[in-house]
């Protein structure tokens, strides 16, 4: 059988949530054509090589604004741009399929990628928008807007609990959306849990777009040398696939890296004992997933960055601070006295549970 899987390219959170469903589609035996852009092209292409087929398809323009003060005006803005781009990505959709034969649909959070005549189903985390103030209008419209493509996918299946779920408000108690075209999964990532020691006191991982990537990056190491212990700085910039140790103008307890690959990721998220990282849902689900104390600075401006934070930080599960705010030392100590993760996750048990919902 043959799945043609689309991933968003709004960050490499969509692409490494896929890995474990895709891994499992090759795994069983299907022929698996993947379509996305830019930096998660690249990640997919890099992780699974010639196990996959991979088409490049432009994605949709960001929703960001870097001034809250107009995000309504944005947001007027932004809404009939992505449905333009939504139709003519299904233009191209359509023409993909008439070329290949495809027995099944996979979008990661690309609302252009089905077929009426195909079983098609939507992978998301956000069935309603988080708006700055929590404006009921702007949020309750892009529920509007998702609870309107229910008749276009089979299911919609969130990467999250249907009880005391990760995602808070962003998919659950929602308005418009019944639980009949809904399935929540259980949480998704790449990473397993492997036996090592934690001998990393502290690993910071930098990521998201310029050039808040690089304000963070600047600001930790202005602070990093108050930090005691061993600690790893990956910087997120390149994603060429070498491991390469940065000259390092710090502490000698202090490694940096510009880039580290999956293989490497795991086992010094594994090795580290503590996470200080953006607040992305995919970073999330990692943390969740191996189980680790963390502290979350939110990417300014992005809303769903900073309710996830908030969100978690009032659960008492972890600390959060703006990026303006960041006082390393003071905030370390304080983030340490959270509980971290509130429940245990099995990987395997979502990933089988998508399977069984595609055979059903």
């Not at 309603?128 to 892009?142: D, G, Q």
């Not at 969740?288 to 996830?308: C, R, S």
Request: net charge neutral; glycine share 6%.
């Amino acid at each position: 059988m043959r799945v043609l899987y689309g991933v968003c390219s709004w960050g490499l959170g969509h692409a490494t949530r896929s890995l474990p469903i895709i891994r499992r589609l090759i795994q069983e035996g299907y022929d698996v054509t993947i379509i996305s852009t830019g930096r998660p092209l690249e990640l997919l292409n890099m992780e699974l090589k010639d196990t996959a087929e991979y088409w490049d398809f432009p994605d949709y323009p960001l929703p960001y604004t870097e001034r809250s003060k107009v995000f309504i005006i944005k947001f007027c803005f932004f809404a009939p741009r992505l449905l333009t781009s939504i139709i003519s990505e299904h233009k191209k959709i359509m023409k993909l399929i008439r070329k290949s034969k495809f027995d099944i649909i996979v979008s990661d959070n690309r609302y252009g990628v089905f077929h009426k005549n195909i079983p098609s189903f939507f992978i998301t985390h956000q069935l309603r928008l988080i708006s700055p103030a929590r404006i009921k209008l702007v949020e309750n419209t892009f529920e509007r807007f998702t609870f309107y493509f229910r008749t276009w996918f089979k299911n919609f299946l969130v990467p999250d609990y249907e009880e005391d779920g990760i995602s808070g408000a962003l998919s659950h108690d929602l308005n418009l959306h019944n639980l009949d075209k809904i399935e929540y999964l259980g949480i998704l990532s790449d990473f397993k849990t492997m036996d090592v020691g934690p001998d990393v006191d502290y690993l910071f991982s930098i990521s998201g777009p310029e050039p808040q990537r690089q304000v963070l990056e600047d600001l930790i190491f202005k602070q990093i040398n108050d930090i005691n212990g061993k600690i790893i700085l990956s910087l997120g910039r390149n994603l060429d696939g070498k491991v390469e140790e940065l000259k390092n103008t710090l502490n000698h307890n202090i490694q940096i890296y510009d880039f580290l690959p999956r293989e490497e990721r795991e086992l010094i998220l594994n090795r580290s004992k503590f996470i200080i990282s953006r607040s992305g849902y995919s970073t999330m689900m990692d943390i969740y997933g191996l189980g680790k104390k963390a502290m979350f600075i939110p990417t300014p401006q992005q809303t769903e960055q900073e309710y996830l934070a908030k969100y978690h930080e009032k659960k008492g599960n972890f600390h959060y601070v703006n990026q303006d705010e960041l006082d390393l030392k003071k905030d370390l100590v304080r983030a340490k006295d959270y509980k971290g993760p509130d429940r245990k996750s099995d990987i395997k048990k979502t990933v089988d549970k998508f399977m069984d919902i595609i055979h059903s």
